[in-house]
């Protein structure tokens, strides 16, 4: 994937393993945008935290791309276009934290234990 901001909205949604491998590699941040007791719950390891009332595009990090997660990508999906329409490159993270387990990719607590997607 190179850097390029999404065309439209159906070019802004990135799988587990892609935006997995896009986090890893420093091309990306992780947004997740879930209430406080999910995040509490379980959460990517290298993910921000930020529920989606709270998002202010104009308070995120310019210049990276950003992937947003939720539990199922509703959310996340609302997260990612906000972001876009104030100019910033953003991506929704298909199917979210659930899509993101199922595929075998580490959900952990703040305490660095095994979470849960709740």
Do not use: F
């Not at 909205?9 to 587990?16: G, S, T, Y």
């Not at 990276?64 to 999906?77: E, F, N």
């Not at 906000?82 to 305490?111: C, E, I, S």
């Amino acid at each position: 994937m190179n850097s390029r901001p999404p065309a439209t909205a159906d070019d802004a949604e990135v799988d587990a393993a892609k935006a997995a491998r896009m986090v890893s590699a420093g091309r990306a941040s992780l947004l997740d945008v879930r209430e406080p007791d999910e995040w509490t719950a379980g959460h990517a390891p290298r993910a921000r935290h930020l529920p989606l009332g709270s998002l202010r595009p104009d308070t995120q990090p310019p210049g990276q791309p950003i992937i947003t997660v939720c539990r199922s990508g509703r959310r996340s999906a609302a997260a990612a276009a906000r972001l876009r329409a104030a100019g910033l490159t953003a991506y929704n993270l298909t199917g979210g934290m659930q899509a993101w387990a199922a595929a075998g990719l580490p959900v952990v607590t703040d305490a660095g234990k095994p979470g849960t997607v709740a």
